[in-house]
C-alpha cells in the first residue's frame, strides 16, 4: 500500500498526529486482487495484486464479495455491486469502486483484526457471511511474505 503525505518539507515541523491526519492512501495502490482467481469459496487464499505486486490473502463469500487483507494489517470489504445495499454497517469506510465491486476499509470492529478471525469459522461482515477456513495458516504465510519484503 503505498501512502501520499499532502504536505511539504517545509510544514514538517507539524507535529505527528497533524501530520497523520494528511496522509491519503491511494486507492489505485491497494492490494486489489483479481476476482477471478477466487476457485474456492470460503477459504483464504494468498496472492499478489497484479497491478501493484502488492500480497494479500483474500477469502471469498457465496454472494460473490470478498475480504482481503494486505501487509499493513488492513481488512478490506469488496462488496458485490450486485449485493450493494442502500446503507452499510458504520464500521466499513467508503473506499472506491474496483471492476464490479464497492471497496470498503474495515478501521474497526467486525472483520478489522486478525484476532476477529481467528476466533470462529465464520464472520459477518456488514450483512455477508464469510466461511472463514485456513485463515491462520494464511494469515502467518501473508506476515512471512511481508516481513522478507
Known amino acids: 500500500m503505498t501512502i501520499v503525505h499532502n504536505y511539504e518539507k517545509k510544514q514538517a515541523t507539524k507535529s505527528v498526529s497533524e501530520a497523520l491526519s494528511e496522509v491519503k492512501v491511494q486507492p489505485d495502490n491497494y492490494a486489489f486482487p483479481e476476482p477471478s482467481k477466487f476457485l474456492d469459496v ?17 477469502v471469498q463469500n457465496e454472494e460473490g464479495s470478498y475480504v482481503v487483507a494486505d501487509c499493513t494489517g488492513s481488512f478490506f470489504f469488496f462488496l458485490n455491486d450486485q449485493n450493494r445495499p442502500l446503507h452499510v454497517a458504520p464500521n466499513l469506510e467508503y473506499i472506491s469502486e474496483y471492476q464490479e465491486y464497492h471497496v470498503y476499509s474495515i478501521p474497526y470492529g467486525q472483520g478489522a483484526t486478525a484476532e476477529t478471525w481467528t476466533k470462529g469459522r465464520r464472520l459477518r461482515v456488514d450483512r455477508e457471511t464469510f466461511n472463514n477456513h485456513n485463515f491462520v495458516t494464511e494469515w502467518d504465510n501473508l506476515r512471512r511474505v511481508c516481513l522478507s519484503g
Open 42 to 58: 470460503g477459504i483464504w487464499h494468498t496472492g499478489r495484486s497484479i497491478k501493484s505486486h502488492l500480497p494479500y490473502i483474500a
